[in-house]
């Protein structure tokens, strides 16, 4: 604006920009190289038999790959949860060092087309089976968890709740005006790291954000022992590799989505491991040839 009246100056300046679409209560940007990809047709954000609303939760202190290996690890909830599980109506804790683990029977993790399905068989019969959609997305029953990177070191967590109509009628949302919700913090005092802060540890999530923000900023691996429930941890950093590698190949990785009439993406039956592992070889295929 200082420039005089009649410079051209403003045609030789730009300032960055990205495309945004609002979708589901929220603002979607796209950082990555043209062309844009479409956001993903997921069930629990597509269904249109029910309502929606957006729970943000306090920023996360640590980076986005920590609560994501969470997410495939499904025994950490018999220990650092049991007291929860109690509260709500489960056994009593006879053990506060194994928590609920001998309760159960078997954990199973395979690789689907959304990423990674994840299974715990308890001895009494029930099944507690839920995908992690690959890079950064947990859903768990009618809640889909988005684990957005701010930077290395800080994560925003988004919640996408959906409650489905009870005698399964349409319903008209409005996406600008969904229900939010913002989270009061889990810790204090809010800005400072471990072991400086006091954590809450009242319910699931601040136990979890707890777990997460105490492996450091950025989790020093080099000196984990990784044991046997740790399989979907494994699993999970084979898939990213893989996926990176792809993409450095020029090979789009799973869940980039072109096509904006693709029908719904069912999360919680997607293709299983051999099918998929068959799409994949198909993809490889044609990669080579282009």
Partial sequence: PAEPADSKLYL???HTAYPVR????LYWAYLGPEPVPEIPPYDLWVRQDGRRSVHVQPRLDCNWLQPMENSV????SRVLHADVVMRRGGPPLANTTRGLTDDVEYFEFSEVSVGIMKKRVSKNGHVDE???VFP??????NDTQIRVPIDDTHTQVFFVHFVPNPDGSLTEEDESVLPVTYF??????VSELHPFTHFTMHDVQPQDHMAWETQGPIATRANERLATADRGIVMLREMLKREIEKVQAGIEPI???RDPSRPTVD???????GEWAEINRGRGRAAAQV
């Fill in 73 to 76: 690890d499904p025994s950490h």
């Fill in 255 to 257: 869940n980039v989505y």
């Fill in 22 to 25: 609002q979708f589901i209560g």
């Fill in 12 to 14: 030789t300046v730009k």
């Fill in 267 to 273: 999360t919680n039956h997607s293709v299983q491991m």
């Fill in 184 to 189: 009061e913090h889990y810790k204090a005092p």
């Fill in 136 to 141: 950064n997305i947990l859903r768990h029953g």
């Fill in 130 to 132: 839920h995908p992690l």
